[in-house]
């Protein structure tokens, strides 16, 4: 239980890093460029508090990935674009329209469904260096492989290509949030500085938000970010059986279920992203 609430704290505070930070960069009144645009967002308070709930949502999921399940929590996280959509409206005042919220309804009970069905438990909290290095290899080679091939096509396929290698990234980079938790548990701070996963974090996160700008720069929001909302679970929930050796129920129907569940999942979020106003302003602006 414990896990799902920072799941879901981490999901908020996402969101409120994205609407705070498209606000703040979309509001500069004399349209600024290049190092003047940095100065105004350095000074710019919504600028800094999304900084402050992207540090909260990186605690707040590492909290939850230590005591949960990845394959759990990389789920939950999905709920971020729901969220998002309560602060577009409560915040932004911007109109939402019923499909958007029907949309959402369906994106939650999808996501508890498929938790609720798939029954995810056990798991082992020290992975072998083998799984690992394999781990590490495929998922990297795989970003590595789709950014290449990105760098050519329409903005539709490229922002397809770049999202996917985001996301990718971004599985890898929760198993070493969930590692380096452990590292912090057993050997303190200052033991899990001489540990592995804590740069490994750094090295992959970095990665991630790389992709992630290159993903929104290249082509339509519309096309990237229900990838990098839908990848990520999916990946994650691979590595939670590889690598941790998370087991999922038995029962053939409850597995269909499970399946329908994800599938309602994927759907409802592709739909919610086309159903919401494309800019984060409200429509009296």
């Known amino acids: 239980m414990v896990s799902i609430v920072f799941a879901l704290l981490a999901a908020f505070s996402n969101a409120v890093n994205t609407i705070t930070q498209h606000v703040a960069s979309t509001s ?8 003047r645009f940095v100065r105004y967002l350095v000074k710019n308070p919504l600028w800094l508090l999304g900084w402050l709930a992207q540090i909260a949502a990186f605690v707040f999921q590492a909290i939850a990935l230590h005591d949960g399940l990845l394959s759990t929590v990389q789920s939950l996280l999905m709920t971020e674009l729901v969220f998002a959509l309560v602060l577009r409206r409560l915040w932004i005042r911007q109109t939402i329209s019923g499909a958007a919220w029907a949309w959402a309804a369906v994106t939650c009970v999808a996501v508890s469904g498929f938790i609720a069905a ?8 020290n992975p072998t260096s083998n799984r690992w290095v394999w781990t590490i290899v495929v998922t990297v080679g795989s970003a590595a492989v789709l950014s290449l091939l ?4 329409s903005p539709a396929r490229r922002a397809a290509l770049f999202a996917t290698a985001s996301a990718t990234i971004w599985a890898l980079e929760a198993t070493f949030i969930k590692a380096m938790t ?23 996160g970095v990665a991630g938000v790389l992709l992630v700008q ?11 970010q229900p990838l990098l909302v839908i990848v990520d679970p999916i990946i994650s ?18 597995v ?5 569940a994800f599938a309602v999942m994927c759907v409802g979020v592709v739909q919610l992203t086309r159903a919401v106003p ?5 429509a009296d602006r």
């Open 28 to 35: 500069d009144p004399s349209g600024s460029k290049g190092w």
């Open 118 to 125: 798939a029954e995810p438990q056990g798991g082992a909290p």
């Open 150 to 153: 990105g760098l050519r096509g």
């Open 182 to 204: 452990d590292a912090l548990t057993d050997h303190g701070i200052g033991g899990m500085f001489v540990s592995w996963e804590v740069y490994a974090v750094i090295v992959a």
């Open 214 to 224: 290159v993903a929104l720069h290249v082509g339509p929001l519309s096309v990237s």
């Open 237 to 254: 929930i691979i590595l939670s059986v590889y690598l941790f050796g998370e087991q999922f129920t038995q029962s053939v129907g409850a």
């Open 256 to 260: 269909a279920g499970a399946s329908l």
């Open 278 to 282: 494309q800019t984060v302003v409200a």
